[in-house]
T-cell receptor, first 114, second 112 residues
Framework: NAGVTQTPKFQVLKTGQSMTLQCAQDMNHNSMYWYRQDPGMGLRLIYYSASEGTTDKGEVPNGYNVSRLNKREFSLRLESAAPSQTSVYFC?????????????FGNGTRLTVT | AQSVSQHNHHVILSEAASLELGCNYSYGGTVNLFWYVQYPGQHLQLLLKYFSGDPLVKGIKGFEAEFIKSKFSFNLRKPSVQWSDTAEYFCAVNAGGQNFVFGPGTRLSVLP
C-alpha cells in the first residue's frame, strides 16, 4: 500500500522557471492538500481540494496553482518560481472533508530556487 | 484566526528521561487535536489524535497526550524516551472543514 506518493523528491529551479509537483494517493480519499514546510513556521496550507472537481486557496496560495485531475491525483504548479518558494512541499490526503479525519502525508519534495 | 504555539523549539534529553512537549491553541469552540511526528528525512506521521471523550489519549510508541480544555492545551508526554524518538514533533488543530493549523514544531534530540 503506497499511500501518498509525491514526485519528484528533489528539484532545483532557476528564478522564473516553471514546474509541476505531482501527487497521487491510493487510499480512495476524498480530500487532498498541498503544504509547504519552512523552518520555524510549521506547515502552511497552500491549496486544498475537498473533493474531486473542487479546489480552494489555503493560507499561502500566491504564486501557485493546483489541479485536481481526478480523485487520485492533485498537482501543484509553480508558474514562475521565486527564491521565496524554496521550501519542502508536502502533499496530504484525508478520507473525508470533515475535521476528524487525520491527514496522511507523502514523503515531500525539496525545492530550491536559485 | 486560529493559531497553535509550541513552547520549545529544541529539546535535548538523555535516554530514559521523561518527555513533555507543550502545545497551546487559540480557538474557543470545538476542536480536534493531533500530534504528528517527523523522523529525519521522512514525512509526517500521525502519533495520536483527540476528538472527544477521555481527555487522556494514547498513541503509538508509548506516547500520550492530555487535552485540558480550560487551558487550551494538548501536551504530549512519554515516560521514558529512546534514541529512536529523535524527531520533530508537530501539534495540529482542526476546528472545522479543511482548516488544519500546525504549530511551528519542536525538535527533540535524544542522546544515547
Amino acid at each position: 500500500n503506497a499511500g501518498v506518493t509525491q514526485t519528484p523528491k528533489f528539484q532545483v529551479l532557476k528564478t522564473g522557471q516553471s514546474m509541476t509537483l505531482q501527487c497521487a494517493q491510493d487510499m480512495n480519499h476524498n480530500s487532498m492538500y498541498w503544504y509547504r514546510q519552512d523552518p520555524g513556521m510549521g506547515l502552511r496550507l497552500i491549496y486544498y481540494s475537498a473533493s474531486e472537481g473542487t479546489t480552494d486557496k489555503g493560507e499561502v496560495p500566491n504564486g501557485y496553482n493546483v489541479s485536481r485531475l481526478n480523485k487520485r491525483e492533485f498537482s501543484l504548479r509553480l508558474e514562475s518560481a521565486a527564491p521565496s518558494q524554496t521550501s519542502v512541499y508536502f502533499c496530504a490526503s484525508s478520507a473525508q472533508s470533515s475535521y476528524n479525519s487525520p491527514l496522511h502525508f507523502g514523503n515531500g519534495t525539496r525545492l530550491t530556487v536559485t | 484566526a486560529q493559531s497553535v504555539s509550541q513552547h520549545n523549539h529544541h529539546v535535548i534529553l538523555s535516554e530514559a528521561a521523561s518527555l513533555e512537549l507543550g502545545c497551546n491553541y487559540s480557538y474557543g469552540g470545538t476542536v480536534n487535536l493531533f500530534w504528528y511526528v517527523q523522523y529525519p528525512g521522512q514525512h509526517l506521521q500521525l502519533l495520536l489524535k483527540y476528538f472527544s471523550g477521555d481527555p487522556l489519549v494514547k498513541g503509538i510508541k508509548g506516547f500520550e497526550a492530555e487535552f485540558i480544555k480550560s487551558k487550551f492545551s494538548f501536551n504530549l508526554r512519554k515516560p521514558s524516551v529512546q534514541w529512536s524518538d529523535t524527531a520533530e514533533y508537530f501539534c495540529a488543530v482542526n476546528a472545522g472543514g479543511q482548516n488544519f493549523v500546525f504549530g511551528p514544531g519542536t525538535r527533540l534530540s535524544v542522546l544515547p
